[in-house]
C-alpha cells in the first residue's frame, strides 16, 4: 500500500462539494492513497445494482467504455459485480479514477492490475473510515455510497428496483439537489418518476 494522506475537514484540501453539501454530514477526515489531486476533477458517480435487466447491464457496459474514450472522471465504489467489471474497463484507459472503500485503507491489498494506474497518477484509492473500521459493513457500505455520491458532480444510476434501498439512495441523492442520470428505459421509470434525468448517449 502506497502512503496514506489524511485530508481533514478543518483543511484547504478538503473537497469543498462535500462540506457546501446541503442534508449531508461529511466524514471529519478522508484517507487517500495515490494522487488526491484527483479529488480536483469534475467526477461522475458509478452505480450499478447486483440485480439489474440485461439489456441495462449491456448498456452500463457501453457507458463505461464511453466514459473511458472522453476522458471522464469517474468515482465509485465498484462493489457489485457490474461495477466491478466497469472499474476494469476503466483502467483500460487514461482519465482519473476514484476507488472509495467502505471501510479502512490500512492493510488494503492493492492488485497488481491496479498498481501501473496508481503509479500514472491516475488511480486514487479513497475512505472516508479512520483506523477504527476494519471491514466492510452494511453500515459502512451506505456510508460510502453516500460519500461518493456527494463527491461527484453527477451521480449515474443503471437501475434500482422499485422500493429498493437503492431507489431510496436515489431518493436521498436528490433531496440533495445533486443531479442523478439514469438509462431511458421503462426498467427505470421509477427512477424518472423520482426526479432522474435521462442520460443522452
Not at 491516475?122 to 461518493?148: D, I, M, Q, Y
Amino acid at each position: 500500500m502506497p502512503d496514506i494522506t489524511v485530508i481533514r475537514k478543518t483543511g484547504t484540501a478538503y473537497p469543498a462539494r462535500l462540506l457546501d453539501l446541503q442534508g449531508y454530514a461529511p466524514p471529519d477526515a478522508i484517507y487517500a492513497a495515490g494522487d488526491a489531486g484527483l479529488l480536483n476533477a469534475p467526477a461522475m458517480a458509478l452505480f450499478c445494482s447486483v440485480r439489474c435487466p440485461g439489456d441495462l447491464i449491456l448498456r452500463t457496459f457501453d457507458l463505461a467504455r464511453d466514459l473511458r474514450t472522453r476522458g471522464q472522471a469517474v468515482v465509485s465504489g465498484f462493489h457489485s459485480p457490474m461495477e466491478k467489471e466497469c472499474l476494469s474497463i476503466l483502467l483500460r484507459g487514461k482519465q482519473p479514477v476514484i476507488y472509495c472503500l467502505a471501510r479502512r485503507l490500512t492493510g488494503a491489498r492493492i492488485p497488481v492490475e491496479y498498481r501501473v494506474p496508481m503509479a500514472e497518477g491516475r488511480l486514487l484509492l479513497l475512505s472516508p473510515f479512520g483506523e477504527k473500521v476494519k471491514r466492510t459493513t452494511s453500515e459502512t457500505a451506505r456510508g460510502r455510497n453516500n460519500f461518493v455520491a456527494a463527491l461527484a458532480d453527477r451521480v449515474f444510476m443503471a437501475h434500482a428496483a422499485p422500493g429498493s434501498r437503492t431507489e431510496a439512495f436515489c431518493g436521498t441523492v436528490l433531496s440533495w439537489r445533486r443531479q442523478v442520470l439514469t438509462f431511458d428505459d421503462p426498467h427505470n421509470a421509477n427512477l424518472i418518476a423520482l426526479g432522474a434525468n435521462i442520460y443522452r448517449e
